[in-house]
């Protein structure tokens, strides 16, 4: 069974950068898609951006595109989420999330396996 955990999270200010983590365990994590997405407080979780096993990255949040980018090394078990120019807009606890059959999909139901979550706060 796989096994996600985030790490990376934490406060800086607008402008700022973070680079979260999703490492995986209990499973390779080549065989799934891996998904981010945030819940800020109020609001419901949105898919952010995803990486398939074949390396492709799709991105559901407008407003992230050309701040935010999605990688991953296989050979780390790990998926990352780089987040540049951040705004108080993405103040969010973010999750990473496993797709079974490899691909990506923003729907949360789609996704069979979840992380506990990083807390990511922009404020100056």
């Known amino acids: 069974q796989l096994q996600l955990v985030e790490s990376g999270g934490g406060l800086v200010q607008p402008g700022g950068s973070l680079r979260l983590s999703c490492a995986a365990s209990?499973?390779?994590?080549?065989?799934?898609?891996i998904g981010w997405f945030r819940q800020a407080p109020g609001k419901e979780r949105e898919g952010v951006l995803c990486?398939?096993?074949?390396?492709?990255?799709?991105n559901y949040v407008d407003s992230v595109k050309g701040r935010f980018t999605i990688s991953r090394d296989n050979a780390k078990n790990t998926v990352y989420l780089q987040m540049n120019s951040l705004k108080p807009e993405d103040t969010a606890v973010y999750y990473c999330?496993?797709?079974?059959?490899?691909?990506?999909?923003?729907?949360?139901?789609?996704?069979?396996?979840w992380g506990q979550g990083t807390q990511v706060t922009v404020s100056s």
């Open positions: 990486i398939s096993t074949t390396g492709e990255a799709t």
């Open positions: 209990g499973s390779t994590l080549d065989r799934y898609g």
């Open positions: 999330a496993g797709l079974r059959f490899g691909g990506c999909s923003g729907y949360l139901k789609m996704y069979n396996y």
